[in-house]
């Protein structure tokens, strides 16, 4: 069952319809993450970096530069982690996104991957280019690493809440986001509602300080609470909001 922090009853769920939802990508709209995926031969090593960061136990500025020196991944295998993100997609993500659309709420992406695979995930499950934020890497003619943009925000620490708070025009308000890190707690200032999507990997003080915990594999939770009571009247929405409701214990 998915959990809503406290959360037990139905009253405590009804929030002001979003009007703009921000997922994370890696660990949240798909099942790895991308900087793992593309370590190879430093899995472990790229792991424990990636995990001490999303765990909040060293700043995300102290290993993004160094994770990307050590992997130094070509511009062939970046897009194909694009390939990757769609394999590993997390059930109900590309309903989830259309179902939010068709009830006339804007979805974004920010993340902290690398923007070539994240850009082609959002769009292949319906999230326009310039609603997704990522970071820029850079390669020379035969497609080598040469480096990263290291004036993003979303290299380092309280950049999501940044980019939240800068996004040009200004996110519609009210703003949910969804993720699973500690890069994702940070920006809860700057939302009205924090999702914790547990269901790839648990990080016990971002599940400690969400608004509502998503623990099962599915975003369809995500459909229900940020439809409330009002239950959408086309599919794939209407069954995702059913689904919703009965892994966030809303049964009838």
């Known amino acids: ?11 405590e769920w009804r929030r002001d319809r979003p009007r703009s939802v921000v997922f ?12 793992n995926w593309l370590a190879t031969d430093h899995v472990d ?10 765990s909040g136990e060293i700043p995300l500025e102290q290993i993004y530069g160094r994770r990307l020196d050590i992997v130094r991944p070509a511009l062939d295998h970046v897009l194909a982690l694009a390939d990757a993100y769609e394999n590993t997609l997390i059930p109900d993500a590309r309903d989830v996104v259309r179902a939010l659309h068709d009830a006339g709420i804007a979805v974004y992406v920010i993340s902290g991957g690398l923007e070539p695979a994240v850009q ?23 497609g080598c690493y ?10 380092r620490s309280g950049g999501k809440r940044e980019v939240v708070d800068q996004w040009q025009p200004p996110l519609a308000r009210p703003v949910w986001l969804i993720g699973d890190g ?7 200032p700057a939302v009205d509602v924090f999702i914790a999507f547990t ?27 940020c439809m409330g009571e009002d239950e959408p009247t086309r599919s794939p929405g209407r ?13 009838e």
């Open 239 to 251: 069954e995702l909001y059913r689904r919703g409701r009965q892994l966030l214990g809303f049964t």
């Open 45 to 54: 090593e790229i792991a424990a970096l990636t995990d001490a960061a999303m």
């Open 146 to 155: 040469t480096g990263y943009d290291e004036r993003s925000p979303l290299a």
């Open 199 to 225: 269901g790839v990997v648990e990080h016990r003080e971002v599940r400690a300080h969400a608004d509502f915990v998503i623990t099962e594999r599915s975003l369809a939770p995500v459909v229900a609470l």
């Open 24 to 35: 994370d990508c890696d660990s949240t709209l798909v099942g790895i993450e991308g900087i």
């Open 1 to 11: 069952m998915a959990v809503m922090k406290a959360a037990s009853d139905a009253a």
């Open 120 to 142: 082609r995930l959002a769009s292949s499950i319906g999230i326009a280019t310039e609603r997704v934020r990522a970071v820029a890497v850079e390669f020379d003619v035969r």
């Open 182 to 188: 500690t890069t994702d707690l940070e920006a809860k």
